[in-house]
């Protein structure tokens, strides 16, 4: 299947999730030399070709429909993960709502309370707000001093990246379901993972965790 025919199907799966509200959100793959990547106002579960851009791999646009303005993210995030092909972004409830609170802990600001999330994305860290578009976003997941396939941006929503498309859009269908349990979870006493257990899991599944400092 083409790059442009599988995020097409990306898009579907995001919308009938319920990660993608209106015309928020925006996808992009590696393709060849440069990235496909869905346009400025484009509804994810409507996309059809015209409504994607064609950009080499540094941003820059090269012919298609007009990229959204997160291009900066998009590429910053495939810099700090060069394995992966795919990058997700999207503004779903409850990541906007964790997204809303103060962090768990500065490395991850979902907390381990379910083994799926770990195995799928790992740790979380909340990045700090900048202007939806701003370039600066780029500049936060560069800067950021964890390791991570996915993020939180403060105020704004979630970004993911994956191996594939398919593995992006499970992965941040995982974090959506992941940040619901941590919103709900808010103010209580958790029950949560024990840190043995935690980078066992995130070790067998080549996912990132940090370590909390000894002393």
């Known amino acids: 299947m083409s790059a442009v025919h599988r995020l097409i199907e990306a ?15 925006n996808l992009s793959v590696r ?13 994810l579960g409507a996309l059809q070709p015209r409504d994607l851009a064609v950009l080499t791999r540094d941003g820059a646009h090269v ?11 998009h590429v910053a995030l495939y810099a700090k993960n060069p394995a992966h092909e795919a990058v997700v972004h999207v503004h779903s409830p409850y990541a906007v709502a964790l997204a809303c609170l103060a962090p768990w802990a ?17 740790q979380v860290p909340l990045l700090p707000f900048a202007a ?12 950021s001093p964890h390791p991570f396939h996915a993020a939180l941006l403060a105020n704004h929503g979630a970004v993911v990246s994956g191996e594939t498309i398919e593995r992006a859009v499970d992965s941040a269908i995982e974090l959506e379901e992941a940040c619901r349990i941590a919103v709900l ?10 840190v043995e257990q935690v980078l066992a899991i995130t070790g067998r599944w080549g996912t990132p965790w940090t370590p909390a400092p000894v002393g």
């Open 11 to 25: 898009g579907r799966t995001l919308v009938e999730a319920g990660l993608s509200p209106g015309s928020s959100g």
């Open 31 to 43: 393709d060849g030399e440069g990235l496909v990547m869905t346009g400025t106002g484009t509804q």
């Open 63 to 73: 012919e298609g429909a007009r990229p959204s303005k997160e291009v900066p993210l």
């Open 106 to 122: 500065e490395h991850s600001a979902v907390p381990p309370l379910t083994p799926y999330s770990l195995m799928r994305v790992g």
């Open 132 to 143: 939806p578009g701003d370039p600066a976003m780029g500049a936060l997941i560069g800067d």
């Open 185 to 194: 979870t808010e103010g209580r006493e958790r029950n949560l993972i024990p």
